[in-house]
């Protein structure tokens, strides 16, 4: 099993920055990616951000690219967001997720989320 506990939402305004950490522990050995996804009020969750655990790509959503990026410390298992020139559209729960696997697309675990919101 793995556990993955975010932290470091909260209230900003726009423009403003903050940033997600998300620590895992337990069987963390054999993780392909992690990623973080958002849930607005209404909506899906989306994809935001994923990192290769092991060559260190990242990906993310065009609605964020150039505003945040996603890195991670391996001695630590954890994975970071650093989220610059927020908007009140970025707000959102956001979750951490871990992908043990190449196959597929779906996250094996997930963080019970962290709120972020952005005021205008």
């Known amino acids: 099993q793995v556990q993955l506990v975010e932290s470091g939402g909260g209230l900003v305004q726009a423009g403003g920055s903050l940033r997600l950490s998300c620590a895992a522990s337990g069987r963390t050995f054999s993780k392909y990616a992690m990623g973080w996804f958002r849930q607005a009020p209404g909506k899906e969750r989306e994809f935001v951000a994923t990192?290769?655990?092991?060559?260190?790509?990242?990906y993310y959503a065009d609605s964020v690219k150039g505003r945040f990026t996603i890195s991670r410390d391996s001695a630590k298992n954890t994975v970071y967001l650093q989220m610059n020139s927020l908007k009140p559209e970025d707000t959102a729960v956001y979750y951490c997720a871990q992908k043990q696997s190449v196959g597929g697309t779906a996250y094996d675990y997930w963080g019970q989320g962290t709120q972020v919101t952005v005021s205008s």
């Open positions: 990192i290769r655990w092991t060559s260190g790509n990242t």
